[in-house]
């Protein structure tokens, strides 16, 4: 499977048109969105990929983390210098961000719904009111309703967006990139249809169905094959090997 080929997966396209949706919403004071859904379909690749398309700032909050070192965690995102007090640090975002606005992304923000941390949410709001940028939420599938807890924040959210399981099609996508080496060197591997339709049965999980098709593109090297059935799927125990690796 080429390493630089970038599948446009539907929760892509979806959390695209999410930021695109804020982005374009200059001038509205509320420019916060929500997206959420279940592991494991592709929500942190979507967002390294949409962060360098937007310009965006892109953070990931850590179960160890204060209102404090989340704003520390943004401003190295940002470059900003991170000495001084919270207070001074925070006025240097908003300043950086007025300079140059650009979307804020949090992701795992389910982290800060719990545990009495939802003084991190709070901080995330106050850099989105001050600086006037977007904000976009992205979590896991609870995070709707445990968010619906905290009115507040909650009724300002102008967009929402529900990531679904991988679709046929984008199965497929994946599928098609199969093979052994690359550019001049790329020999495709062929997934035969009763393969295939065992795919599409069975994976509803993007990280699944790539691990997955790395142990079988290994395996294939290994024994010079090129063209994949169900029978040669079952004899290559790539199954077995996935589970081991995750």
């Given at each position: 499977m080429s390493?630089?080929?970038?599948?446009?997966?539907?929760?892509?396209?979806?959390?695209?048109?999410?930021l695109s949706t804020l982005v374009d919403m200059e001038g509205n004071p509320e420019r916060i969105g929500l997206g959420y859904g279940n592991p494991g379909v592709g929500k942190t690749t979507a967002l390294e990929r949409l962060t360098k398309e937007f310009d965006g700032v892109l953070v990931r909050v850590l179960e160890s983390w204060t209102p404090a070192s989340a704003m520390t965690a943004v401003a190295e995102a940002l470059g900003v210098h991170t000495k001084g007090s919270t207070a001074e640090v925070v006025q240097r975002i908003i300043e950086s961000l007025i300079e140059n606005p650009r979307p804020l992304i949090v992701d795992e923000i389910d982290r800060a719904l719990v545990g009495g941390k939802i003084g991190i949410l709070e901080s995330f709001r106050d850099l989105h009111d001050q600086a006037q940028v977007p904000l976009l939420l992205v979590g896991?599938?609870?995070?709707?309703?445990?968010?619906?807890?905290?009115?507040?924040?909650?009724?300002?959210?102008?967009?929402?967006?529900?990531?679904?399981?991988?679709?046929?099609?984008?199965?497929?996508?994946?599928?098609?990139?199969?093979?052994?080496?690359?550019?001049?060197r790329f020999e495709p591997i062929v997934i035969k249809e009763d393969l295939r339709t065992y795919l599409h049965g069975k994976f509803k999980s993007i990280r699944a169905i790539k691990v997955l098709?790395?142990?079988?593109?290994?395996?294939?090297?290994?024994?010079?094959?090129?063209?994949?059935?169900?029978?040669?799927?079952?004899?290559?125990n790539v199954e077995k090997k996935r589970h081991e690796s995750i």
């Open positions: 390493k630089r080929a970038f599948v446009k997966t539907k929760n892509y396209t979806a959390m695209f048109e999410l896991m599938g609870q995070c709707d309703a445990r968010l619906q807890r905290h009115r507040h924040f909650y009724d300002r959210i102008v967009k929402k967006t529900y990531f679904t399981d991988t679709p046929k099609d984008d199965i497929d996508q994946f599928i098609n990139l199969c093979g052994i080496g690359e550019g001049d098709l790395k142990q079988l593109e290994l395996w294939c090297e290994t024994n010079g094959i090129y063209e994949v059935d169900m029978k040669t799927y079952k004899l290559s």
